[in-house]
């Protein structure tokens, strides 16, 4: 059997030899490792003499601790070594070009709807979502507009069934919200909208926002207030409004918005096609027929709603000339409403 010393002496010349902290491991594992020279030392006990063996135990043991501390402290030299040789070889050009990454760019129609979400919730309003396929019911005859109704031909309808469509307006969010809250309302509902219509102006699918506010005691005064604000806030504030009459089947009455052109001051521009005004929305006083669809008391509450079209306010706003311009997902319009 090896002694325990030339052990120490062959281990320690080897591991100072070894060039680098892999090469040491090897030397460690040799010696120190499951099957090394040191363990098998203690495995093979039985092969001392009885009388021997505590002072063979406590010799191995200390050979053991010797190697190991001795292993650590050379560990620690090598690694240091290797570090500063890694420094050494491995540069940065801090010089060369960084790599350029594309930046998107909020899409101009949800911009406006970030942006009058925004105001909308800043004035109390919720936020509610409605479904783009709707029955009949929901998007024309609670809204006041039955099958006969000549207001229906105002909307070029996808029908999917007899009874459902893809909804032509927002406004059927109205009668989802009042069937399920007592009031008071207030909940703004953006959302997407479906038509048969295609021109430069309008495009099949667009968007719009509904408003709707029922309380006790809400006047013509109270929509008047918040469009003012809407206007004012999305355009300019010195932009004035005013309301013209016109006609809805689910509003009583009922009002065009016109806002002053942003562009001329009220003057007359081509924007203004030389009116000095820009329509931008409608809007109305609930119809009381269509609180009772929705089994509100119209002689105790009021309310008022405004539907605005998303991509009408964006055209306005950038000075877009073309809707078709939103959904061709060109890059070269896209990237100039990046922040
Ligand atoms: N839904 C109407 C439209 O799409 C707009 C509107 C909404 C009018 C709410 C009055 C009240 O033309």
Known sequence: MLDPNTIAKEAIEEAEKAESSRALYEVKMKYLGRGGTVTSLLKNMREVPPEERPAFGKAVNFLRDTLEAHFASLEEKLKEKETLQKLAEERIDVTLPGKKRDMGAIHPVTRVKNELVDLFMGLGF???DGPEIESEY???????????????DMQDTFYITNEFLLRTQTSAGQIRVMESKKPPIKIVSPGRTFRSDDDATHSPMFHQMEGLVVDKGITLCDLYGTLEEFARTMFSPSVKTRLRPSYFPFTEPSVEVDISCFACGGK?????KG????EVLGAGM???RVLENCGIDPDEY??????????????L???????????ENDVRFLKQFRD
């Open 268 to 272: 007359g521009c081509s924007l203004c």
């Open 138 to 152: 929901y998007n024309f005859t609670a809204l006041n507009t039955p099958a006969d109704h000549p207001a229906r």
């Open 126 to 128: 919720e936020v509610f």
């Open 302 to 315: 009021t309310g008022f709603a405004f539907g605005i079209g998303l991509e009408r306010i964006a055209m």
């Open 317 to 327: 706003k950038y000075g877009v000339n073309n809707i078709k311009l939103f959904t």
């Open 286 to 288: 609930v119809n009381r």
């Open 275 to 278: 009116t000095g005004w820009i």
